[in-house]
């Protein structure tokens, strides 16, 4: 047997009386201590995908005004030398929040596309009219989600022996689709989407048939802990968030880390989980 790769990030074991209660040991992968500039997901996610941008010389990518992954691939263009452009969704405001002006000052080029249009940003008239704008590039899908980052996030699960169950937040889909293909028979991956809707499942089949050819791993996505959709919250999240701060001294986001928290805490209350199982949550981001 292959020993397992040295692990990129730790991983902490929590007191949290929720689960012991339900005879389970809780546990968290800090893989937002991954990179600094990077944190999480996103360093998993753009480092196959870095090669083939940096021999494009630019890559373009898209996102919300208030998006980590347009963060992010800005950091890494900096960091790795090549151009980017983020196409954000509606209209410009100034001045930029502090997103975007941080990544203004990586390098990125911003550019805005009209709500309709974004809807259907990935379709090839409308990818056409951007290389008609800026030449060539290398696309990276919103959220950074391609077979490359599903590659990347395998590796995230081949760091994790031994654990029973691992959790992570779903929005586009990547992080679970490789995390859940990277775990070793007898390991099973949950999803929380963040977003209404019930879809994450075909997401995430889509996004392992795009890498693999076909489903890999033991997984499944839970769907009824969106709060709302994406971006929402409700006291009782942020209630749940604050808490979980004063008690493990984590700061939980509420779009993606603390949402997945709260389910998985719930379906442990649920008896969803076997006595003596070990549960893993990532932390994302
Ligand atoms: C912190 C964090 N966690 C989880 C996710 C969701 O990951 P994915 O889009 O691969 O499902 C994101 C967004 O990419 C994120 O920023």
Redesign the pocket.
């Known amino acids: 047997m292959t020993p397992p790769p040295e692990p990129a990030s730790p991983v902490v074991e929590l007191a949290d009386e929720r689960a012991a209660r339900r005879g389970l040991r809780l546990f968290l992968k800090r893989d937002d201590l991954v990179h600094p500039e990077l944190p ?3 360093w998993r ?1 753009l480092r196959h995908n870095i090669g083939p941008a940096r021999e494009h010389g630019t890559l373009l990518t898209f996102g919300g005004a208030y998006s ?2 347009i963060r992010a691939v800005a950091a890494a263009g900096g960091i790795h030398g090549f151009a980017t452009i983020g196409v954000i969704r509606g209209e410009e405001h100034l001045p930029l929040n502090a997103s975007l002006a941080h990544a203004e000052r990586m390098g990125m080029r911003l550019t805005y596309m009209d709500r309709t249009t974004y809807r259907r940003k990935h379709e090839p008239d409308v990818v056409e009219a951007l290389h008609e704008r800026w030449g060539d590039f290398y696309l990276l899908p919103e ?3 391609n077979a490359l ?1 599903v590659r990347g ?1 395998a590796e995230l699960g081949a760091e994790v022996p031994g654990f029973d169950v691992v959790c ?9 689709a490789g995390l859940a293909a990277g775990l070793a028979p007898g390991q099973r991956a949950v ?1 929380f989407a ?1 977003l209404k809707g019930g879809f994450m499942t075909a997401k995430v089949a889509r996004l392992q048939h795009e890498a693999y050819g076909g489903r890999r791993g033991d997984w499944s996505v839970e769907d009824g802990f969106h709060f709302g959709g994406y971006a929402r919250t409700t006291p009782d999240l942020d209630a749940f968030a604050d808490d979980f701060a004063r008690r493990h001294g984590v700061v939980l ?1 509420r ?3 603390a949402k997945m928290m709260f389910g998985v805490l719930a379906l442990a209350e649920r008896g969803a989980f076997p006595e003596g199982a070990r549960i893993l949550a990532v932390i ?2």
């Open positions: 999480g997901n996103k996610k980590n992954h959220g950074g989600s980052a996030c992570c937040p779903c929005g586009t889909g990547g992080t679970l999803g963040v986001d779009i993606y880390t994302t981001g």
